[in-house]
């Protein structure tokens, strides 16, 4: 039988979603806590692949499991896994649903705080930046649903059989005093770093290094016209994926909280 697990993580102690020989990752722990709990080898296969240090707000697995579950396996689950991994909800699933190929939207929500808060240091991603121009961002950002190929704003383009993402949305939100603001986008898939690197671009246009034209260009011509460094994992989440036989809402409360701010 396959089942769904609803979940989400905290990125920063692990070396991304994905199981890689030599270090932690957030499917190694859960293959590896699943089995125990099953006594029977138990792999997984998880909707997307999370960077080192992304977060999760909401993120899906599938497990094909032949054994009768008779136990509360979400509460021995969640009694089992490290602190920053939650289980909301386990659903039996009806024929052989993918996790990861059925998905079709992906919302993230990259956050970003200007002013120094050691609260925020591992939810939110520090830029000591002074006068952005939020208005050439937000002009920057209503481009992104217009375009289709992003092969400009990928670390390796030719490793994929096409660069085209359909953007679905894509906003800049910005709080009240100005020091702290989020960047939203949705599209049915995403290219490696393809977030972080338009992240980069919208902080090299908000301190006036990249113009709204230059920005464009990119899009049209699928060069990149400047260079520029990923932003920081930090602070990037992947907070929505709907299925068209699943669409259920995040359980975790600090996106839910900051995202519900009167950000304008």
């Given amino acids: 039988m396959r089942y769904f697990f609803h979940i989400a993580y905290q990125g920063q102690y692990y070396s991304g979603w994905q199981k890689q020989p030599g270090v932690k990752s957030v499917q ?13 080898p138990i792999a997984i296969n998880g909707c997307g692949r999370t960077d080192a240090h992304v977060h999760a707000s909401q993120f899906f697995f599938h497990a094909d499991i032949e054994k009768e579950i008779d136990f509360d396996l979400l509460y021995i689950l969640n009694k089992a896994l490290p602190y920053n991994i939650a289980v909301f909800d386990i659903i039996k699933m009806e024929g052989k649903p993918h996790a990861r190929f059925d998905a079709v939207q992906r919302k993230y929500d990259y956050f970003v705080h200007t002013c120094k808060d050691p609260f925020l240091s591992t939810q939110s991603s520090f ?27 990928c670390t390796h383009p030719d490793k994929y059989e096409h660069t085209i993402c359909n953007v679905m949305e894509a906003r800049l939100l910005v709080n009240p005093a100005g020091n702290r603001f989020r960047f939203h986008i949705a599209s049915n898939r995403f290219l490696g770093k393809m977030i972080r690197i338009i992240m980069g671009k919208l902080l090299m246009v908000g301190k006036g290094e990249l113009s709204l034209d230059e920005f464009e260009s990119e899009l049209i011509s699928l060069k990149p016209s400047k260079l520029s460094l990923p932003a920081h994992p930090t602070g990037l989440y992947l907070s929505k994926v709907t299925y068209p036989y699943l669409n259920l809402e ?14 304008i």
Avoid at 28 to 40: A, F, G, N, P
Avoid at 250 to 263: A, C, N, V
């Fill in 28 to 40: 190694e722990v859960i293959e590896q806590t699943l089995s125990k709990i099953l006594k029977s």
């Fill in 127 to 153: 830029y000591q930046l002074n006068n952005l121009d939020f208005d050439k961002m937000k002009a920057v950002v209503e481009l992104l649903p217009q375009y289709k190929d992003y092969r400009a704003f």
């Fill in 250 to 263: 995040p359980r975790t409360e600090f996106i839910q909280s900051i995202q519900e701010t009167d950000w």
